[in-house]
């Protein structure tokens, strides 16, 4: 079992990461000409080109951190599995993590308190709440 999993809602396509970047280099190399015509006087070509170059960097920015963010957005966190242990004499309970053979009705360790032999009686996913936060 991995702790990270990676699956197809965080994963980004290479073909995606792929045009991004060749925008951006595209974008880059018109600001590059048009710095170029500038110097040769062709004002008009040197506008437009800084104006491609401008909004292609932009957008290629603009989506790489929009990517970023919904890749964030959409990481999972599991909660962690706890594993529940009652002495059916005194109902003394101890709450501890999940581990590798635990069942339910499997006895466990002997009580602190009686020192009668445990049970254990649950075993699931500890999820907490939300905060809901106010508009």
């Given at each position: 079992?991995?702790?990270?999993?990676?699956?197809?809602?965080?994963?980004?396509?290479?073909?995606?990461?792929?045009?991004?970047f060749?925008?951006l280099?595209l974008?880059?190399?018109?600001?590059?000409?048009?710095t170029?015509?500038?110097?040769?006087?062709?004002?008009?070509?040197?506008?437009?080109?800084?104006?491609i170059?401008f909004?292609?960097?932009?957008l290629s920015?603009?989506?790489?951190?929009?990517?970023r963010?919904r890749?964030?957005?959409?990481?999972?966190?599991?909660p962690?599995i706890?594993?529940t242990?009652?002495?059916?004499?005194?109902?003394?309970?101890?709450?501890?993590?999940?581990?590798?053979?635990?069942?339910?009705?499997?006895?466990?360790?002997?009580c602190?308190?009686?020192n009668?032999n445990?049970?254990?009686?649950?075993?699931y996913?500890?999820?907490?709440?939300?905060?809901k936060?106010?508009?």
């Amino acid at each position: 079992m991995s702790k990270t999993p990676q699956n197809a809602t965080t994963r980004i396509s290479t073909f995606v990461l792929l045009i991004i970047f060749l925008t951006l280099a595209l974008s880059l190399t018109a600001l590059i000409l048009a710095t170029t015509f500038f110097g040769q006087d062709n004002k008009i070509i040197a506008g437009y080109l800084l104006l491609i170059g401008f909004i292609g960097v932009a957008l290629s920015t603009y989506v790489l951190f929009q990517i970023r963010k919904r890749v964030l957005r959409l990481r999972i966190e599991l909660p962690p599995i706890v594993t529940t242990i009652e002495c059916r004499k005194c109902g003394f309970k101890i709450v501890r993590e999940f581990q590798r053979g635990d069942y339910i009705f499997k006895k466990g360790e002997l009580c602190q308190k009686c020192n009668e032999n445990m049970l254990i009686t649950a075993i699931y996913r500890e999820v907490k709440e939300k905060e809901k936060t106010a508009p």
